[in-house]
């Protein structure tokens, strides 16, 4: 099965920050990476998906990169609504799909 | 407008069963991937389960020969039978529609507490 592998597993930033998170596979999945942010008691929502591709609706401050085993979800200018957590998820070899640890953007 | 609501949980006692259901508008079940998804208490993010359109069905391992995921197209709705439940089954279950390898739509969730 494919690991899913985030870092940090949390962070401490301010509005206006420029926020990087990183998600690694254990093996070659193309673009096929997704990312969704979960606020406490909500279920997630998609932001990012195939890597790069923002979801319909989702502020252009967000952005995905990469390709293959290493990927990027960057938040360019971080906003009071963007203090939640974030995970990234494997769509290539699947099932099992597979999540990252996630990642919990805090002040 | 595509809703996902699920309900069945609550709390019960180890070894013992649950069924949870997932109410489907918008949209028709037996067309799409729906897949069921856990959160452990502070924890992140684990698949469970899957049913494809046509019907063929996958597990996790955690979960492999005790939970069954099936549907009923004549309710437009999906489910989540849970068998020989543990203490690390404990978790907010949610229920989710695949579209295109995307999970785009998920339920509000429904708590099972696996408990003596």
Not at chain 1, 39 to 56: E, R, T
């Amino acid at each position: 099965d494919i690991q899913m592998t985030q870092s940090p597993s949390s962070l401490s930033a301010s509005v206006g920050d420029r926020v990087t998170i990183t998600c690694r596979a254990s093996q070659n999945i193309f673009n096929y990476l997704n990312w969704y942010q979960q606020k406490p008691g909500k279920a997630p929502q998609v932001l990012i998906y195939l890597a790069s591709s923002l979801h319909s609706g989702v502020p252009s401050r967000f952005s995905g990169n990469g390709s293959g085993t290493d990927f990027t979800l960057t938040i360019s200018s971080l906003q009071p609504d963007d203090f939640a957590t974030y995970y990234c998820q494997q769509s290539y070899f699947t099932p099992p799909l597979t999540f990252g640890g996630g990642t919990k953007v805090e002040i | 407008e595509v809703q996902l609501v699920e309900s069945g949980g609550g709390l019960i006692q180890p070894g013992g069963s649950l069924r949870l259901s997932c109410a489907a508008s918008g949209f028709t079940v037996s067309n799409n991937y729906m897949i069921w998804v856990r959160q452990a208490p502070g924890k992140g993010l684990e698949w469970v389960s899957l049913i494809y359109a046509g019907g063929e069905v996958d597990y996790a391992d955690s979960v492999k020969g005790r939970f069954t995921i099936s549907r009923d197209n004549s309710k437009n709705t999906v489910y989540l039978e849970m068998n020989s439940l543990r203490v690390e089954d404990t978790a907010v279950y949610y229920c989710a529609r695949i579209v295109t390898a995307i999970i785009m739509y998920w339920g509000q969730g429904t708590l099972v507490t696996v408990s003596s």
